[in-house]
């Protein structure tokens, strides 16, 4: 089915470790972004992407990277995860004409 | 400080009747509107949008309304079912579509 795919929906990490979350479309949309949801903040973008190669930061950039290589993926990395980065993770995708956005399902990610 | 607010955090509405959700701006170069809903561990799905051109559209049962003047917009669930009952966020951009600010949300119960 087309969509947004998010992996993995959940995590446990120690402090310190690293990982990638994974984001993949399939219906060849250019623009992509990562957000974080916690609990009284709403919705907040971390990065996003306009196209294959180009990137940019949102509000809450600080402890991640991400790349986009193909317009399909969206690799959104923890360098050295950190309690305050425990979250829900959503990844959305859109034209880049207004529209509304497709959500995957999301990544829950604790850090102890 | 909040560019985009749902002052009510929840609200709960019997099945058949009208259900408005809320949502105030501050900033005056807001010019595109859009309303999500989500349920629990689901990513947000885009339910409607309004351009600042427009004061109202519709889809269906939903229709979000928007008045410049009060920078003030509302989504308007005609009638409410139990399947609404869901987080309801709003959000705006300013032309750069790629930064929508969010809303809190606002938790809707439809009791059958």
């Known amino acids: 089915n087309a969509g947004v795919t998010q992996t993995p929906k959940f995590q446990v990490l120690k402090t310190g470790q690293s990982m990638t979350l994974q984001c993949a479309q399939d219906?060849?949309?250019?623009?992509m972004s990562w957000y974080r949801q916690d609990p009284g903040m709403g919705l907040r973008l971390i990065h996003y992407?306009?196209?294959?190669?180009?990137?940019d930061q949102g509000e809450v950039p600080n402890g991640y990277n991400v790349s986009r290589s193909t317009t399909e993926d969206f690799p959104l990395r923890l360098l050295s995860a950190a309690p305050s980065q425990t979250s829900v993770y959503f990844c959305?995708?859109?034209?880049?004409?207004?529209?509304?956005?497709?959500f995957g399902s999301g990544t829950r990610l604790t850090v102890v | 400080d909040q560019q985009v607010k749902q002052n009510s955090p929840s609200l709960s509405v019997q099945e058949g009747r009208i259900s408005i959700l809320n949502c105030d701006y501050t900033?005056?170069?807001?010019?595109?509107f859009l309303w999500y809903k989500k349920y629990p561990a689901e990513g947000p799905t885009f339910l409607i949008s309004?351009?600042?051109i427009k004061d109202k559209n519709e889809d269906g049962r939903f229709t979000v309304f928007l008045n410049k003047s009060a920078k003030h917009l509302s989504l308007h669930i005609v009638p409410s079912q139990p399947g609404d009952s869901a987080v309801y966020f709003c959000?705006?951009?300013?032309?750069?579509?790629?930064?929508?600010?969010w809303g809190l949300g606002t938790s809707l119960a439809v009791n059958p």
């Open positions: 959305a995708s859109s034209y880049l004409r207004r529209d509304g956005y497709t």
């Open positions: 219906m060849n949309h250019e623009y």
């Open positions: 992407s306009v196209g294959a190669g180009i990137t």
């Open positions: 900033n005056s170069m807001f010019d595109y």
């Open positions: 309004i351009s600042s």
């Open positions: 959000a705006a951009s300013d032309g750069n579509n790629r930064k929508l600010i």
